[in-house]
């Protein structure tokens, strides 16, 4: 009887092959102990014991030997090539190179078992979000980027205007609490309660000042132009049809500036590419005395462009203070731009020298913030700035103690130029801020840092302030138009007499011959000696005897 007749099967061939040659030479019938392990057959390991001999037989001649020993470098070389590649490919990571399923030697050559390791391959990577949103599917947000590592960095750096056209964010960014924002319509005003204020901005309460701040989902708040449904059409602060529409048609970037009461001079932005002028709305709000004063000194007609500008004519206006009404436009652009994604302010003493695209690249899009200010050169305190304020008398003393007593100390800004991205957090600061301005006074600066904090104080939002001198590259401040006309003419030119022409007489032309009778005349005559002849010789021999004799 056999193993396999009684059903049992090894696991090795080598102890199988043994019990069949321990049976011919008249062993007793044993079953085959089943193993794990196999040995290797005798023809084969006397086969190996053969090639070794005649490795070593061989292996000791001079030129075998050689030839063994550069294939055993050779195959050592192309070994450690391989399980250096392996390695890398692994990026550091210990465990070996295998397949899914890899049969690995393990153990003595004589006794191998054959063991199955199997590795798990990585997650397949997430399939790429959807082009087109799902109802169900969040909404997209712009989340900031960062530049790699070996782009050129410096206090103040732009990128070429391509690449930060390209930057643009293609999503709007995140707005913390704040996602439905509306603005106060009242008409009749009521003034209740009223605490300043004015007919533009309402005359909100103390009580719908502490509502505002408090920060919500949706929120309803006083934004100027209460007493229309439209900004700008018979709000206060109104202007033409034709205005309002060309304005309603900037879904992109808007650059805003205004003049009033003729106060500076048009400064022409340069450095701006061609696709900005195509791409970007300039507009200048302007009042109706400046206006006269464009059409008399800058040749404004009925086209409404001076230069890059697009000049927006404002009537009704709400404050007679200039400055002001200056505020209406730097404030609250988002209310008059509905459609724009982005803004940048600047004062009309002003001229842009850098592209939009570019500060919009370097001061939003890379610091993943939606509004940037610059701090003050001078001062960085809001009761400094308070009291220089009142030290160059640019307002009531009084007003400006009343309002400082609602204020703390802290960071003061430029404010000449502002950055933002219009969203709901953004919006909603830049209309509290308005409504200090409109309750308080003009001086924008003091009250910039309340409103701020009160926001922040509920919300993970604030402001980009970079430093004037970031500022001052990319805006270049010229001087009030009344400045330039008290300014003292430079001194006239004093320019020393002409002197006398000086009279020059030409000699006379002498013809070839006279010349020719002036060289001769002056050559010099040579005289001969007195006392000799010309034609006289007088030679001296020398005799054997050393006297002389004369020879003639």
Request: overall charge positive; aromatic content about 10%; hydrophobic content about 35%.
């Amino acid at each position: 009887m056999t193993g396999g007749s009684l059903g049992i099967r090894s696991g090795s061939y080598g102890s199988l092959e043994k019990h069949f040659q321990h049976q011919q030479n008249g062993g007793g019938v044993h079953l085959p102990i089943q193993t794990t392990s196999r040995t290797k057959p005798a023809k084969m390991v006397k086969y190996k014991e053969r090639l070794f001999h005649w490795i070593c037989k061989f292996a000791g001649r001079k030129k075998v030997g050689m030839l063994f020993l550069c294939i055993i470098s050779a195959a050592v070389f192309v070994w450690v090539l391989y399980v250096g590649k392996g390695e890398d490919s692994q990026e550091g990571d210990n465990v070996p190179n295998f397949s899914l399923n890899s049969t690995v030697p393990f153990g003595n050559p004589a006794n191998e078992t054959h063991i199955v390791k199997k590795f798990a391959l990585p997650p397949p990577p997430p399939p790429p979000p959807p082009l087109l949103p799902s109802p169900s599917s969040p909404p997209k947000y712009f989340l900031g980027y960062t530049l790699p590592p070996g782009h050129p960095s410096c206090p103040v750096c732009y990128l070429p205007v391509e690449e930060a056209i390209a930057l643009m964010p293609k999503f709007p960014s995140f707005s913390p609490i704040v996602n439905n924002l509306t603005y106060i319509y009242e008409d009749p005003l009521s003034r209740d309660g009223e605490f300043g204020g004015s007919e533009f901005g309402g005359y909100p309460t103390l009580k719908q000042r502490s509502d505002s701040y408090d920060i919500r989902e949706s929120m309803s708040v006083h934004c100027g132009f209460v007493r229309g449904k439209r900004p700008g059409h018979n709000t206060g602060f109104d202007m033409d049809e034709i205005d309002l529409a060309a304005m309603e048609q900037c879904h992109g970037v808007v650059v805003a500036s205004a003049i009033f009461g003729a106060f500076d001079e048009i400064q022409q932005p340069s450095n701006i590419s061609e696709y900005s002028k195509k791409t970007v709305c300039f507009f200048m709000f302007v009042d109706e005395e400046t206006e006269a004063y464009l059409k008399k000194n800058s040749g404004l007609d009925s086209s409404r462009k001076i230069g890059i500008w697009r000049i927006v004519v404002v009537r009704n206006l709400p404050y007679k203070d200039g400055r002001r009404n200056g505020k209406v436009p730097k404030l609250l652009v988002h209310r008059m731009f509905p459609n724009a994604r982005f803004s940048l302010w600047i004062d009309g003493k002003l001229e842009l020298v850098v592209d939009p695209y570019q500060i919009l690249e370097r001061h939003l899009w890379r610091k993943n913030a939606t509004l940037a200010i610059s701090r003050h050169y001078k001062r960085f305190d809001v009761f400094l700035e308070a009291e220089a304020n009142k030290a160059a008398g640019k307002y009531d003393n009084a007003s400006i103690d009343f309002q400082i007593d609602f204020y703390k100390k802290e960071d003061v800004p430029e404010g000449c130029v502002i950055i933002r991205e219009h969203i709901p957090i953004s919006n909603l600061f830049t209309c509290l801020w308005f409504n200090e301005v409109d309750r308080f006074t003009s001086r924008d600066q003091i009250s910039f840092s309340t409103v701020r904090d009160k926001i922040r104080a509920k919300t993970n939002w604030t402001v980009n302030m970079f430093m004037d001198c970031e500022r001052r590259n990319f805006v270049v401040q010229k001087y009030h138009r009344d400045v330039l006309e008290h300014m003292a003419p430079p001194p006239p030119a004093v320019y020393p007499p002409p002197l006398p022409p000086v009279l020059v007489h030409e000699p006379p032309i002498k013809t070839a011959l006279e010349t020719s009778a002036e060289r001769v005349a002056s050559i010099p005559v040579r005289r001969a000696r007195r006392g000799r002849k010309s034609n006289s010789r007088h030679h001296r021999k020398v005799v054997a005897g050393g006297r002389d004799t004369d020879s003639s």
